[in-house]
């Protein structure tokens, strides 16, 4: 199986950029975020503290995800429910960057991310994938933005000019910043993955 991962910070376009590739090569597009998504709407249901770890992992064996493809979607199931069009509102994105930095919740997706590039051509996207998730994967693109563009991306760009990120309503700040957040993680860390040694061409 051929897996090939992309890296790179919150609105750099990864999502974009996966989803046309996979849908010219016939691979099967996992989107990593929408994971994480996924989980953080769990906490939020739950009324725990998503920034307390411990919280959040006591959660976590009472969880059960399933990604299955309609018609070449993506979908995200929820302990049998199919919560896709839930998990994009501003407040599930803020969960989800809160639980992705807790190594639990990271560990507890590890061994579905690898499953699923085990078994299928797979293009995987989101941060640590061709550092943690899948080191051994034979293509690794790091994709990147500049600051303008990345906020333009997460709905943050439409102010006036001359307004920096410090002017944003306080709530927009984070989801902004969290993909410099997830930079400076120690383990993991949004950076550019080394390529495993060259293979004869394919064919």
Do not use: C, W
């Not at 199986?1 to 750099?12: E, K, L, V």
């Not at 590739?21 to 009324?47: F, K, N, P, Q």
């Not at 699923?116 to 995987?124: C, E, G, S, W």
Request: net charge neutral.
């Amino acid at each position: 199986m051929i897996s090939i991962a992309i890296d790179g910070p919150s609105g750099a376009g990864k999502s974009s950029l996966s989803r046309r590739l996979a849908a010219e090569l016939g691979y099967i597009y996992v989107d990593t975020g929408a994971m994480y998504r996924t989980i953080g709407l769990h906490v939020l249901r739950s009324g725990a503290d998503t920034e307390d770890e411990d919280a959040v992992a006591a959660l976590l064996p009472g969880i059960r995800l399933e990604m299955r493809y309609v018609d070449g979607v993506q979908h995200m199931f929820l302990n049998g429910e199919d919560v896709s069009g839930l998990i994009r509102t501003e407040e599930v994105s803020m969960a989800a960057s809160h639980v992705s930095a807790h190594p639990s919740v990271r560990a507890f997706l590890l061994d579905a991310q690898r499953a699923l590039a085990k078994d299928n051509y797979v293009l995987m996207d989101g941060r640590d994938i061709g550092t943690v998730v899948l080191p051994g994967a034979q293509v690794k693109i790091f994709l990147t933005a500049s600051a303008g563009d990345r906020a333009r991306r997460m709905g943050v760009g439409a102010r006036p000019a001359g307004m920096g990120l410090h002017h944003l309503p306080e709530q927009d700040q984070p989801v902004f910043q969290g993909g410099h957040r997830g930079q400076g993680r120690r383990r993991g860390r949004a950076a550019a993955a080394p390529h495993p040694p060259p293979r004869p061409p394919l064919g």
